[in-house]
């Protein structure tokens, strides 16, 4: 049995720089043609000139895979609309980090005041680019997405143009407010379809599933398969792949970040397939998608067939989520 994706998308994607670039790049464009680039290298993309030497090195890194890097600003509340004017033609969407809520976001937002970013967001609605956000406040982890919750909300409705799409989402809540706001959307990575805070912490502890937004509880597993796999369309995949070298996952004090761009593919269609849902799969990982971003793909097919899929103990210095696991399903 094999099943056919047309131009699969990742629209939320780490890619790093450097080694790290030339080692994970060319894996996510095997199987995706176009992903969202986030901007948190160090220093953050801020500036047009380092979108595009940026751009160029992933396209370097790649080689002759047909692959869109679809590139991101790094949120600074004073951009001005002129310079915004002219970023709207190199970029996707601009990517808001609260200051210290994850890997790379010192230089973020610290305050959600909205008088502060009207300015910024005003001119974003304007020019329809949309806004990308990591929704986490600074209070308990377990609770840090939900209390966005009201942020979202005040940012949906003080700015009815703007889409806003709530990145990584990992709770009910969050999924409730999809039907909510007209303008709120979602991308969903694939640990968070599979895996609750058990799978990290239920037992001896897992590095290589720790990420942030980190995995909840079941009943919010639940509510993200059941938008998922239905193909709701104000959702999408994005897989939040973020490599770590080993020594920075095995180690005391793990960085966040789940590395699960050479799997996702595969991983997803399994997920679907278990769940009598296959159906959806394409509305998931491409259509919805293009629809929320207005984005027509290079036309990429990617076949994959039901044959196990063992996965690798590591790429290069990188563990992948499910390494030394067996998947159903494989790229053929
Ligand atoms: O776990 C995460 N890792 N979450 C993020 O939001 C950022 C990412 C990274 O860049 O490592
Ligand atoms: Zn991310």
Redesign the pocket.
Known sequence: MNITIKSPLDMHL?LRDEDMLKIVAPLSAETFCAGII?P?LVPPITTIEAIKNYKQRIKDAIGDEEFEPLMTLFFKKDYTYEFLKEAKEHISAIKL?PSG?????DGGVSSMDIESLRETFEAMSELEIPLCV?GETNGFVMDREAEFGSIYEQFATSFPKLKIIM??ITTKNSVDLLDKHANLYATITVQHLFITLDDVAGGMLKPHL????IAKRYEDREALLDVALSGHPKVMFGS?S???PTHKKECCGC????FTAPIALAALTSLFDTNDALEHLQAFVSDNAQNIYDYRPLTKNIVLIKEPFTVRQSYADVVPMFAGETLPWSIK
């Open positions: 780490h986030m948190n980090y809520a994850t890997t790379n976001s990591h990145e990584h720790f990420c942030k937004p939040d973020a490599p770590h960085a966040a970040g789940i």
